[in-house]
C-alpha cells in the first residue's frame, strides 16, 4: 500500500525567510504523481505545486518549489521568501499513475512570524 | 477562473438521519471524487467516479454511502444512516482526464456535524 509521511506536525518561519517542509513516501510504482496542497483555515484544499516521477527536473512555481529525490522517495517542498499569507496547513499527496486514490500525508502547520 | 463547488458548507442532522452532500465539479471534467477529513486528521479518499460508475472506493465507503451524478452538472454523496464519527469535512474534487497527469481539483468543503 502507499503510505504519505510528513515528519513534522509544526513549522515556523519568519517572514521574507525559507523554510523546506518535509514529505516521503513509500509506492512499488515507477509512474505516479506528487502534490502539495495548502489548506488555509477556511479548510479548502488549494494546489501549491505538483511532479510527475517520470520527470527529472523539480517542478517550480513562483516562490515554490520541490526537491524530488525518486531513489529516496522524498518530495520535500520549499517556499522562498515566506509571507504571511503562506500560513496553512501543508498536505503532501500522492497518486498512482491513473490518478485515482489520493493519499495524503498528516500534514504540517506553517507558521510565519512577522 | 471555474472552481467546483459545494453545498451546504455546513450540515447539521442527528445520528441515523439520511444526509445528501452536493457538489458542482468544474463543467467539462469527467472524473469525480469524495474524500473526507475528520477534524485534526489527513484527508481520506472514498470514492472515485468515471463514465456513471465507481472506478475505485477505499474501506471507508461501505454500505452507508452512494454517490450519484443524477443530471449533467450535479455530483452527490449520500449516507444513509448517518452515525456519529461521520462527523468531518467531506470534499468533493474533479478531474479533467484525457491525460493521468491532470489535477484534482478541491471544492471548498461540506462541514458534516452528526448529534
Known amino acids: 500500500a502507499q503510505t504519505v509521511t510528513q515528519s513534522q506536525p509544526e513549522m515556523s518561519v519568519q517572514e521574507a525567510e525559507t523554510v523546506t517542509l518535509s514529505c516521503t513516501y513509500d509506492?512499488?510504482?515507477?509512474?505516479?504523481?506528487l502534490f502539495w496542497y495548502k489548506q488555509p483555515p477556511s479548510r479548502q484544499m488549494i494546489l501549491v505545486i505538483r511532479?510527475?516521477?517520470?520527470?527529472?527536473q523539480n517542478a517550480t512555481e513562483n516562490r515554490f518549489s520541490v526537491n524530488f529525490q525518486k531513489a529516496a522517495k522524498s518530495f520535500s517542498l520549499k517556499i522562498s521568501d515566506s509571507q504571511l499569507g503562506d500560513a496553512a496547513m501543508y498536505f503532501c499527496a500522492y497518486t498512482r499513475y491513473d490518478n485515482n486514490d489520493m493519499r495524503f500525508g498528516a500534514g504540517t502547520r506553517l507558521t510565519v512570524k512577522p | 477562473e471555474p472552481e467546483v463547488t459545494q453545498t451546504p458548507s455546513h450540515q447539521v442532522t442527528q445520528m441515523g438521519q439520511e444526509v445528501i452532500l452536493r457538489c458542482v465539479p468544474i463543467s467539462n471534467h469527467l472524473y469525480f471524487y469524495w474524500y473526507r477529513q475528520i477534524l485534526g486528521q489527513k484527508v481520506e479518499f472514498l470514492v472515485s467516479?468515471?463514465?456513471?460508475?465507481?472506478?475505485?472506493k477505499s474501506e471507508i465507503f461501505d454500505d452507508q454511502f452512494s454517490v450519484e451524478r443524477p443530471d449533467g452538472s450535479n455530483f452527490t454523496l449520500k449516507i444513509r444512516s448517518t452515525k456519529l464519527e461521520d462527523s468531518a469535512m467531506y470534499f468533493c474534487?474533479?478531474?479533467?482526464?484525457?491525460?493521468?497527469?491532470?489535477?484534482?481539483?478541491f471544492g471548498p468543503g461540506t462541514r458534516l456535524t452528526v448529534l
Open positions: 474534487a474533479s478531474r479533467l482526464g484525457g491525460t493521468s497527469t491532470d489535477t484534482q481539483y
Open positions: 511532479q510527475e516521477a517520470y520527470k527529472q
Open positions: 509506492t512499488s510504482e515507477s509512474d505516479y504523481y
Open positions: 467516479f468515471y463514465n456513471n460508475e465507481i472506478s475505485e
